[in-house]
């Protein structure tokens, strides 16, 4: 059974559309985060989410638009999406938020 | 400065050999600290959690100093396996935790 799931596993994208990208974590946990890995594999926190309320906005541009519709599910919407936007979009929750997190496995955006 | 900094890397080892990574962090009011393993094309997971006191799980042991806001891992007998990417984790109390990631350390074990 999965933890934290995510999908689509990979997205492939024109310029100027809009996308989501759904996460649903079966841990009970109450803080769920979406982070991005770029072309340097370096992962960086996008939102942090705690118990449905927005607890941390990284500076992301606001065509990113995180909706939690319950504890278990945080799902991103991209609108305008750009050739920047191309990477790697992890999911993950943790209980509290100060212990460890569990990470989906990752939906990889290419934008073309 | 970069909130948590890691060696540059790639580490390239010889297996059985001793390897050993260090991270710096910058907000002495960090609350946890943990290492992550990444492998190639894969969601980072939590290798261990590292404690005041220092920690050991087997072949890996993880060292914190506050003082100095310094974190280590040690690796002992490397493994072909163990090759992958070492990620160092802090969580910050900013009203809400914020975790954050290192750039992380490349590492390859050969035969």
């Known amino acids: 059974d999965t933890a934290v799931s995510q999908t689509p596993k990979y997205l492939v994208t024109q310029m100027g559309n809009d996308k989501s990208i759904k996460c649903e974590q079966n841990l009970g946990h109450d803080t769920m985060y979406w982070y991005k890995q770029d072309s340097k594999k370096f992962l960086k926190i996008m939102f942090s989410?705690?118990?449905?309320?927005?607890?941390i906005n990284e500076t992301v541009p606001n065509r990113f638009s995180p909706k939690s519709p319950d504890k278990a599910h945080l799902n991103l919407h991209i609108n305008s999406l750009e050739l920047g936007d191309s990477a790697v979009y992890f999911c993950?929750?943790?209980?509290?938020?100060?212990?460890?997190?569990?990470f989906g496995s990752g939906t990889r955006l290419t934008v073309v | 400065r970069k909130e948590v900094e890691q060696d540059p890397g790639p580490f390239n080892v010889p297996e059985g050999a001793t390897v050993a990574f260090n991270c710096t962090y910058s907000n002495s009011a960090s609350q946890s600290f943990f290492w992550y393993r990444q492998d190639c094309r894969k969601e980072p997971k939590l290798l261990m959690s590292?404690?005041?006191s220092g920690n050991e799980d087997g072949r890996f042991t993880a060292q914190l100093n506050r003082a100095s806001q310094y974190i280590s891992l040690l690796i002992r007998d490397s493994k072909l396996s163990d090759s992958a990417t070492y990620l160092c984790v802090v969580n910050e109390d900013t009203g809400g935790f914020k975790t954050i990631f290192g750039a992380g350390t490349r590492l390859f074990v050969k035969a």
């Open positions: 590292v404690y005041s």
């Open positions: 989410y705690n118990n449905k309320e927005l607890i």
């Open positions: 993950a929750s943790s209980q509290d938020g100060r212990y460890r997190a569990t």
